[in-house]
């Protein structure tokens, strides 16, 4: 199903087939189904951002952006038929907000040269842009998460000594939950502690068999890599088997505030990773609420702003945008192609002052991409949740991953995929 977002302002019935000098994103989104509580408030982010742009700046280089979405419900299958449905319409580049359709959409979008932003989800392996030379995760990525999470039980143990600690992976049994496995197994052998896996079916509304699991076991920390309604099922069975909650720990995807506050006040000690910042005391939210909300032009109710999702998902716009924009100066001209718009990810350089012009100073650190990275950095903190301010704190500085065991991880799985799909590795300068 498509909806069609007023993106350049009041759009006229005569814009159901936009003209040919706006420039077309698609955005698959899930505002239906159990996951829509974590779908809705990033499919409106998203929208609102380049709403934004359109009504403050003229669109980018004075193109407007005509945003169209794709509702999919969180269905693979429903998702990769977004994109196959509308490949030949020349939309810039696609964000499918899903790691299982991700990895459906990699082949044909490799194909038509078509870029697609997955940040912080997808295939982790595709940072390595000598093999996937159309795939960005900026700023970082599962694996980069996974190592953060160890890292930081590693400084809060005695003696930094994980031997004879016992770490269990709650996770959604899809390819976005398996996809930290390798990294935590590769962790578990180096630092010497056990490794246990608890998978909770599609959508996790029963999970009582695993935390009571986890609680005979003797787990020490449990991981949790959830979604939709599976995080507050989490949260709530973790506190009925007596599981200590400052001993929950989740990855980005299972820290929507309105998951946790639904265990209330018994949500004291939750943790959870992030690669950015919450909250809304950044310039762009005073442009926002000028030009967006107070103009009645949000996507949504803006009922979510500043939080983690909500946030999640203007990163992602802004990302997609500067692509737009890198691409249009590269190229010296505004109407640029999908393949154009994949060179200009591949060359953005997100700097501490670009961050300043663009109202995000501090929202995240800085990161760079190139021909062979496309992934960033990958930096990323620990964040605790707030009870009696309903929100997030960030409690470490950024973590930098573990380079020497990840980045053999990639190499090896990128070349797998390559020799799968009888790719050849292009050659980069860096």
């Not at 996809?179 to 630092?191: D, N, Q």
């Not at 506190?239 to 720990?249: A, G, S």
């Not at 009922?303 to 890198?326: D, K, P, Q, V």
């Not at 997030?392 to 990639?410: G, K, S, V």
């Amino acid at each position: 199903m498509f909806r069609s977002i007023a993106l350049a302002g009041a759009l006229m019935a005569g814009l159901a087939s936009q003209a040919a000098a706006d420039l077309l994103v698609i955005a698959q989104v899930y505002r239906t189904g159990p996951y829509a509580n974590n779908g809705i408030p990033t499919a409106d982010a998203f929208s609102d951002y380049f709403t934004l742009l359109n009504e403050r700046d003229g669109g980018i280089g004075g193109e407007k952006i005509i945003v169209e979405e794709c509702e999919f419900g969180y269905d693979s299958d429903r998702g990769l038929a977004c994109y196959m449905d509308n490949r030949d319409r020349g939309a810039l580049a696609w964000s499918p907000l899903s790691t299982g359709t991700t990895y459906k959409m990699i082949p044909p979008t490799m194909e038509d040269g078509v870029p697609m932003v997955t940040m912080g989800y997808g295939r982790a392996s595709a940072v390595d842009g000598e093999v996937f030379g159309n795939i960005f995760n900026p700023p970082a990525n599962y694996w980069h998460g996974a190592n953060a999470q160890i890292n930081y039980i590693k400084d809060v143990t005695p003696d930094r000594d994980m031997s004879g600690l016992t770490i269990g992976l709650v996770y959604h049994n899809s390819a976005y939950g398996r996809e930290p496995i390798p990294t935590l197994k590769k962790l578990a052998e180096r630092e010497g502690f056990t490794l246990k896996l608890y998978a909770v079916d599609h959508p996790g509304k029963e999970q009582q068999a695993q935390w009571e699991a986890v609680k005979a076991d003797g787990v020490d920390w449990a991981l949790l890599w959830g979604w939709g309604v599976m995080n507050p099922t989490a949260l709530r069975t973790a506190l009925k088997v007596d599981f200590p909650m400052e001993r929950v720990f989740g990855v980005w995807w299972s820290a929507n505030e309105t998951d946790v506050m639904r265990v209330g006040r018994r949500a004291k000690g939750y943790k959870a990773i992030n690669f950015h910042a919450v909250g809304t005391e950044f310039s762009a939210y005073n442009d926002l609420n000028e030009h967006v909300y107070f103009a009645g032009r949000a996507a949504g109710l803006a009922n979510n702003l500043g939080t983690a999702i909500y946030n999640r998902g203007l990163l992602t716009a802004a990302i997609m945008a500067e692509g737009i924009r890198n691409a249009q100066k590269m190229h010296g001209t505004a109407q640029i192609t999908p393949q154009q718009m994949r060179d200009g990810l591949e060359a953005l350089d997100i700097t501490e002052e670009r961050l300043a012009e663009l109202g995000f100073e501090g929202f995240i650190p800085p990161f760079k991409m190139s021909c062979a990275n496309h992934g960033g950095q990958g930096l990323v903190a620990v964040t605790e949740f707030d009870v009696r301010l309903r929100g997030w704190r960030q409690i470490t500085d950024y973590y930098a991953p573990d380079r020497e065991l990840i980045d053999p991880l990639i190499r090896a799985d990128a070349d797998s995929f390559a020799a799968e799909m009888g790719i050849e590795r292009r050659a980069c300068a860096d």
